[in-house]
């Protein structure tokens, strides 16, 4: 049997906000080791709630950034 795991991020940085709002400007980004989950959540999540979210540049405001710590 195939499984894959991902694991609990580590940390959330809500910028001072409470929560992460994603709009038409959401992108994720990820770095080397995360190309599939960066797949998947942008199937998953886009499908979920209608967004394209293209891939983005790490610095940018509203990125969703995976990385392995």
Known sequence: MDMEL????VSVGDQGRCG?????ATTITGQDGTES??????STLGAAF??????????KDN????RID
């Open 50 to 59: 209608g967004l394209s979210l293209p891939p983005g540049a790490e610095s």
């Open 37 to 42: 989950t960066e797949r998947w959540l942008r």
């Open 63 to 66: 990125t969703i950034l995976l």
């Open 6 to 9: 991902i694991p609990a991020p």
């Open 20 to 24: 992460f709002l994603m709009d038409r």
